[in-house]
C-alpha cells in the first residue's frame, strides 16, 4: 500500500534500518504518476485479490513493510486464495540479498522446497 496508513507501520519506523514511511509515502507518490496512491494499480493491497495463484511470502520482520504483508497474506485468504507468509523475525529490507545471514538461508530451503516439492502454501504466519 503506496499510501503507508497501516496503524501498525509507526512502531516498526523505528526499527527499520533501511526504510522510513515518510520516505516511502513520498516514494509512493512519485510511483502513482497522475494515479491516486489508492488506485489498485498502485497499492495491489487496496484491491481485489481474489482469483491469485497461490501466494507463498518472505518478509523481514524489522522493517515497516511487514504489517502490509501480514495483511496482504490475511486479505488473499480472505477473499478464498491462499498464501503463506514467513517472517524472519532479524530480518530487514531485502535481507535475502545476503546470502551469507542465516535468515537468507533458510528462506532459500524454503523457497527452493517450494519449487522442488510443489508446496501450496498453508495459510499460516511462521516464523
Known sequence: DATM???????LDRKDPMLSAPGLEATGVMWAGA???????????????ADLPPVHIVQGGREILLPDAVLLAQRITDAGGVAEIRISPAGFHVFVGAPGLPESRKAYRWVAAIFRDGIRP??????
Open 122 to 127: 498453508s495459510g499460516t504466519v511462521r516464523p
Open 5 to 11: 496508513t497501516n496503524a501498525d507501520i509507526p512502531a
Open 35 to 49: 494515479r491516486d496512491p489508492r488506485d489498485p494499480m498502485v497499492s495491489p493491497l487496496l484491491g481485489d485479490l
